[in-house]
């Protein structure tokens, strides 16, 4: 059974800081990209980055690219998104999201973490 | 950006009566557009891949169809648990978008 577990959110001041991790078992993590997805409260999805199975290629939505960056560790089974510059607009709940096939343009997410909560506010 | 364009906002429907939700793009995505259901709280679940393609596990009930810039997803006979939200995802072009969704109620 596919799992990934978020963790990492909280609330954090404007202009702060914060680093996302999931966790994913239950399939060969390497093969799969993997992405975050955020949803504001009462708003719909929100794709903000993806990355390759290798991690070698990167794709971030214009609203978070300069500010975010993700990352995965393969040897650990272990998604990040590292994010600065916090603004208020990024509150959200954040996932992490497997993609459906590792077939490569396969951009649909057949597993969802449980999402974590990133709140920015003074 | 391609923007997808969900209708109705809200669809108020009895349980046993058939759903059609639109999604429509704002350029053509071909038939690389999915469907997922929402539950308050939950994580969206995917139904529908590539316009038309059940997703694993997902009941028979639920149908997609459309290519270029128009899609419906059917619900062929609502049972209680398919009252949610439901949106559209393109992957045709990065950015990924999805729309703005449609909430299905009880009437």
């Known amino acids: 059974e596919v799992q990934l577990l978020e963790s990492g959110g909280g609330l954090v001041q404007p202009g702060g800081s914060l680093r996302l991790s999931c966790g994913a078992s239950g399939f060969t993590f390497s093969s799969y990209g993997m992405s975050w997805v955020r949803q504001a409260p009462g708003k719909g999805p929100e794709w903000v980055s993806a990355i390759s199975g290798s991690g070698v290629n990167t794709y971030y939505a214009d609203s978070v690219k300069g500010r975010f960056t993700i990352s995965r560790d393969n040897s650990k089974n272990t998604l990040s998104l590292q994010m600065n510059s916090l603004r208020a607009d990024d509150t959200a709940v954040y996932y992490c999201?497997?993609?459906?096939?590792?077939?490569?343009?396969?951009?649909?997410?057949?597993?969802w973490g449980q999402g974590t909560l990133v709140t920015v506010s003074s | 950006d391609i923007v997808l364009t969900q209708s109705p906002a809200t669809l108020s429907l009895s349980p046993g009566e058939r759903a059609t939700l639109s999604c429509r793009a704002s350029q053509s995505v071909s038939t690389y557009l999915a469907w997922y259901q929402q539950i308050a709280g939950q994580a969206p679940r995917l139904l529908i891949y590539?316009?038309?393609n059940r997703a694993t596990g997902i009941p028979a009930r639920f149908s997609g169809s459309g290519s270029g810039t128009d899609f419906t997803l059917t619900i062929s006979s609502l049972e209680p648990e398919d009252f949610a939200v439901y949106y559209c995802?393109?992957?045709?072009?990065?950015?990924?978008?999805f729309g703005q969704g449609t909430r299905l109620e009880i009437k």
């Open positions: 999201a497997k993609r459906i096939a590792p077939t490569l343009g396969q951009n649909y997410f057949d597993s």
């Open positions: 995802q393109q992957r045709s072009n990065w950015p990924l978008t």
């Open positions: 590539d316009a038309s």
